[in-house]
């Protein structure tokens, strides 16, 4: 049965038993290496250096350890898209079976698996690597592939700028990039995204495209369909750059540049790729406009604009399961304005309804770009400060106090009114460990700044067990 040529297998897994196990499967496959590691998050820097044929994962369930399986297939497909992966998960569905093939994972297997299953994707897995893999042609249209797939499974503007930046590395054996934005009306361009390390070097590079953007002139390629790229040769102000243009899920312009990008092989297969890769993009732009419009009626506050309640239990659901996994806190601040009646009753509700949206438009300048404001009803506002320590919160819940209190709201109707807002705080998991908890901790908190004085921030009360554990 076993396949004659040596190959490269990676093995994700943390029982040592469980392990061997593979291990011994393997190679009764195929003449193999097989490298084992215990960690997620170990593993991206070992198939960044090596040339794995297969990477089998088996990622610990509700560790902290380092992404999920789903995530780190779609890691590992930006790193290395000839790389047969097979995910094995002990509580697999049908929805993240689809996910997952729909990333490039060769198969996705639910636990107990029998031997001959295992087996058989394995081998499935290294004879696709041994049909694609030395092949460079094969190989780029392979690279498309994936990427396309990784682009039209995404929903988040982010991720697809990562995934372009990742395609074109690879295709131009480019390791330095980044991507700008046009805006429409100004043409001011700004840099939304790179893809270079934290160091030193990283920096600098940063600033070199920086330079070089704007010494050639970026914003000046037309927007023509026959000039979506060019490539800019090395000048004494600039090194050599790729240019790539497209739109996502948005009338602003974007431009990935590359830094010292090679020849592809052939310019008119190059062509023909990435003028596939800009039609995915554009497609799938118009599906996050879709589904932001969907998104919108459901979980936007018609009166605010912020997101409602809805909204909130899935991001407070989202952020516990996250501050669970990675071991890390989030914030939770209730902001209730301070004798708001009194502005309904003397000025009327349409008033008070326009003070809601422009306070909401000031809750939503106050805090960072990680954190989400919500209305929670009436005059009640919640945030959601992630990631975020109790210091921080105090902080950004003080200067929304501050603002508030020296804001002028209506000016441009020549009411000129003016409140303050009563806030409590409360961090997760340090005053509450569920959803429901960590909402009452703050309402609660906050409801101690209304009986004390207003206009004031209060942090909730620990638990009595953690209370008496500090005692």
């Known amino acids: 049965m076993a396949l004659a040529n040596l190959y490269r297998v990676l093995l994700v897994e943390e ?60 890691q590992i497909k930006r790193i290395s898209p000839v790389t047969s992966v097979i995910v094995i998960s002990e509580r697999a569905t049908v929805e993240q079976a689809v996910s997952a093939v729909r990333m490039g994972a060769e198969d996705y297997l639910k636990k107990p698996v029998k031997l001959e299953t295992f087996q058989l994707a394995i081998k499935r897995g290294l004879d696709r690597k041994e049909v694609f893999g030395e092949n460079s042609g094969i190989s780029s249209l392979i690279n498309l592939l994936n990427s396309c797939q990784l682009i039209s499974a995404s929903l988040d503007q982010k991720k697809i700028f990562s995934i372009i930046q990742s395609y074109f590395a690879r295709e131009l054996d480019c390791g330095y990039s980044a991507v700008y934005a046009v805006a429409p009306d100004t043409k001011e361009i700004a840099r939304i995204a790179t893809l270079l ?48 243009r497209f739109q996502c899920a948005s009338p602003r312009q974007y431009f990935l540049v590359c830094l010292s990008p090679q020849n592809p092989a052939s310019f008119e297969a190059f062509e023909s790729r990435i003028s596939m890769l800009r039609t995915q993009i554009e497609l ?111 902080t950004v819940a003080e200067r929304i106090r501050a603002t508030v209190e020296q804001q002028t709201f209506l000016e ?60």
């Open 15 to 74: 029982d040592p038993k469980q392990s061997e196990l593979y291990a011994d499967l393997i190679r009764e496959v195929a003449d193999c290496t097989v490298d084992v590691i215990s960690r997620t998050d170990d593993s991206l820097d070992w198939i960044a250096r090596s040339n794995y044929h297969l990477v089998v994962l088996d990622p610990p369930l509700g560790s902290s350890a380092g992404p999920s399986g789903l995530a780190l297939l779609e």
């Open 197 to 244: 390390t934290g160091d030193e070097k990283g920096r600098a590079m940063e600033e070199i495209l920086d330079i070089a953007v704007h010494v050639n002139k970026i914003v000046e390629l037309e927007p023509d369909p026959s000039t979506f790229y060019r490539f800019i040769e090395k000048s004494p102000l600039s090194p050599r750059l790729f240019v790539f």
């Open 284 to 394: 799938t732009g118009k599906n996050i406009d879709q589904y932001m419009g969907v998104h919108r009626l459901v979980y936007v506050d018609d009166a605010t604009g912020l997101y409602n309640t809805r909204y909130l239990n899935y991001i407070l659901e989202r952020e516990i399961n996250q501050a669970e996994g990675q071991k890390r806190s989030f914030a939770v601040l209730f902001i209730d304005a301070d004798h708001f009646k009194k502005i309904n009753d003397t000025h009327g509700h349409l008033v008070g309804t326009k003070i809601l949206f422009e306070l909401g438009g000031v809750l939503r300048k106050l805090v960072r770009d990680s954190d989400i404001v919500f209305r929670y009803g009436g005059d009640e506002f919640v945030a959601v400060l992630s990631p975020c320590d109790l210091v921080t919160a105090k």
């Open 412 to 471: 441009a109707d020549g009411l000129n009114l003016r409140f303050t807002v009563s806030i409590g705080v409360a961090l997760f998991p340090d005053h509450a460990a569920t959803k429901q908890a960590i909402i009452d901790a703050a309402d609660h908190a906050m409801y101690s700044s209304k009986r004390a004085t207003r206009n004031s921030v209060t942090i909730a009360e620990a638990p009595a067990g953690q209370l008496s554990k500090q005692n």
